[in-house]
Structures are given as C-alpha cells and as structure tokens.
C-alpha cells in the first residue's frame, strides 16, 4: 500500500503563488510516475502536470508556462510549484502515484486551491 499526503493549498489573489506538496509512504517502487490532478465543483478530474520516476514531465495546455512539476526520489514527493494563478485555476488538487508495473493508482486526499480577490 502507498499512501499520500498532500499540503500547500490555501486561498491566494490572481497572478499570485502557491507551492503544493505530497510525501508519499509505503510500498513504493522505482519506476512510477507522479502527478497533481484538479477537480473543480460538477467538474471532471483532470491532470494537471506529471513526472516520471526519469524526470519526464508532462503538463496540461492550461498550466503550460505557469506551473512547474519536481520531485525528489530520495524522499518520494512531489511539488508542483504554481505561478500566474487565475480564478479558473480553482480546483481541489489531488496528488497521485501510478505504479508503471503494476498499474495501481494511488490518491491523495485533496487540497484546496482558490484563486480570489
């Protein structure tokens, strides 16, 4: 079992930052990718960056420029460092770990971002 913890989430105005981060614990292996998805109220999940146990990364067209994904191996998190935040950027954050063996997905509890002035 793997699990996440995620942190970093809060209120912030537009065009302002906010850096989240997840740890992850327990029966991690090398080769996975971890990720932040977002899911707004009557909206569906959605990814917003990844990153591959290589360093791959991967980003949604809407965060392109704005958000930078990391990680650190050593210590299995994550961080997803958000620049530029807009009112649409608001969402409930999840983090995620995909096992590229096994094919489990793993699932933060979520946390709350909110653009507002």
């Known amino acids: 079992q793997v699990q996440l913890v995620e942190s970093g989430g809060g209120l912030v105005q537009p065009g302002g930052s906010l850096r989240l981060s997840c740890a992850a614990s327990?029966?991690?292996?090398?080769?996975?990718?971890m990720g932040w998805y977002r899911q707004a109220p009557g909206k569906q999940r959605n990814l917003v960056a990844g990153?591959?146990?290589?360093?791959?990364?991967n980003y949604a067209d809407s965060v392109k420029g704005r958000f930078t994904i990391s990680r650190d191996n050593a210590k299995n998190t994550v961080h997803l460092q958000m620049n530029s935040l807009k009112p649409e950027d608001t969402a409930v954050y999840l983090c995620?770990?995909?096992?590229?063996?096994?094919?489990?997905?793993?699932w933060g509890q979520g946390t709350q971002v909110t653009v507002s002035s």
């Open positions: 327990g029966s991690i292996f090398g080769i996975n990718r």
């Open positions: 995620n770990l995909h096992d590229l063996i096994t094919g489990y997905n793993y």
């Open positions: 990153i591959t146990s290589g360093g791959s990364t």
